[in-house]
């Protein structure tokens, strides 16, 4: 593998920077900094907008269907680089998981009705997969669909759908086989759901950091045409699988995690009024963060081996998981260390940087938002598959325990 960036390389980066640096507005720059997840949502859209109109909002994607036709090394060098500049998140459902399966499972009408708007961004995405009683054991899943003429009619619940509550189209698991005889997995099909038919009824889910964008989906006789089935009838386990797989790439977030160790360094070198010395002058508070610095750049090793190892034409499964488990301790590990050394300001920051239009702040820039983020990223280690079977996942397909 070769880890070194060669000055091609570095000539994107350079092009990536630029760009980052010319069409990033302030203020989105400033909203994703305070609490990453209450960009408005219009921000939102017109960054996705330009991403787009430079032809950047899908590197995953081959170029035949809009793709940038990056290598894995520029992938990752713009993820980075994304994160660095701390570019608001975009919605990872359309573009990164439903898009994918529409283009390698769909047919023609599909791919012809759904991948320009998911591109631009027009046309927004949730998730229906989680059930109560449905989430690491994803085939236990109840919602049905029931074949009635050219229609199926859907009833049931999912929960924990992120933006449903602004979403234009749910991609959901249904179960449209229930015979006991056969495996669970075998009777599940795969829909797309437009969020305004008749019968979708969305209830909000708000979370410990006091946001909503969580939500519980109901289906009461929901009418979805047979026409908007991925595939096979009963296959959706085949693409549903796949979906996941696209879930946990780009996930290390070494960049992002980067910039909280400059923030909390900014943070522990500031003189305290209590006994006028920094926290920066405490051997302890140093080698914990340095735990960290050392862990993150282990991870940015792990995911540049398999940059390489993806280069070279070979397929990454299960050791995704690996990536997806170090980039989240990390993650809540930092989270938890820049409060720690915020302290008392942690809640002042709080009450002020919620009111996303305010202009003034508590305290020094680095401690915006995070509270809200430590809190909210409590759930990194559960969404996209929890951490416990992550580890699983590693154990039987990567250590064959
Ligand atoms: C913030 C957030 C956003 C989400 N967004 C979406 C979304 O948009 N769409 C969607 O469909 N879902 C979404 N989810 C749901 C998420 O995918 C599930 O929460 C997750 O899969 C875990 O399922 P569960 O909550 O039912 O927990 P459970 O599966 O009940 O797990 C409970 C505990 O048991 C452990 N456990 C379970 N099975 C095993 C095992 N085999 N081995 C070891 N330990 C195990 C788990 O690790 C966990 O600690 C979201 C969740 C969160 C928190």
């Excluded at 086989?177 to 056969?182: H, Q, V």
């Excluded at 070279?312 to 690996?322: H, N, Q, R, T």
């Excluded at 938002?369 to 809190?375: C, D, K, P």
């Amino acid at each position: 593998m070769d880890a070194a960036f060669n000055p091609a390389d570095e000539a994107f980066r350079d092009e990536v920077r630029a760009f980052f640096k010319a069409k990033l507005p302030e203020h989105f720059k400033r909203q994703a900094q305070l609490a990453p997840s209450y960009v408005k949502k219009e921000d939102t859209r017109a960054w996705h907008r330009a991403l787009y109109e430079q032809g950047w909002i899908a590197p995953r994607w081959p170029v035949e269907y809009g793709g940038t036709g990056w290598t894995p090394t520029q992938k990752h060098i713009y993820e980075e680089e994304y994160q660095r500049a701390y570019a608001p998140r975009l919605s990872s459902f359309g573009i990164g998981l439903v898009g994918p399966v529409i283009f390698t499972f769909g047919t023609p009408e599909q791919k012809a009705q759904h991948l320009k708007p998911i591109l631009s961004g027009e046309i927004t995405w949730c998730q229906g997969y989680s059930e109560p009683g449905a989430g690491s054991d994803l085939a236990s899943l109840k919602t049905r669909a029931v074949r009635d003429g050219d229609d199926y009619v859907v009833n049931g619940q999912k929960i924990w759908t992120s933006h449903a509550h602004h979403a234009d189209w749910i991609f959901a698991l249904v179960r449209t086989d229930s015979d006991p005889a056969k495996k669970r997995q075998e009777g599940i099909s795969f829909l797309l759901i437009d969020m305004k038919t008749p019968g979708v009824d969305v209830r909000p889910i708000i979370s410990i950091d006091g946001g909503h964008y969580l939500n519980e989906v109901f289906f009461t006789d929901v009418r979805v045409p047979v026409a908007n089935r991925i595939g096979e009838e009963n296959k959706g386990w085949t693409y549903a699988k796949f979906l996941l797989g696209n879930e946990r790439t780009g996930i290390a977030g070494v960049g992002k995690s980067r910039r909280k160790i400059e923030k909390i360094v900014g943070v522990a070198r500031a003189e305290r009024s209590d006994d006028g010395g920094a926290l920066w002058d405490d051997p302890a508070f140093r080698a914990r963060l340095m735990e960290y610095a050392t862990k993150l750049t282990a991870l940015e090793n792990t995911n540049l081996r398999m940059l390489g190892r993806e280069a070279a034409g070979k397929k990454i499964g299960a050791e995704a998981s690996m990536l997806k488990i170090a980039g989240t301790e990390i993650e809540q590990g930092l989270n938890e260390l820049l409060v720690f050394a915020l302290g008392n300001y942690v809640q002042p920051y709080e009450r002020e940087s919620l009111r996303l239009d305010a202009n003034e702040f508590v305290g020094p820039d680095h401690g915006r938002g995070a509270m809200t983020e430590h809190l909210l990223r409590r759930a990194a280690s559960i969404y996209g598959g929890t951490n416990e079977v992550q580890r699983d996942i590693i154990a039987k397909r990567v250590l064959g325990l």
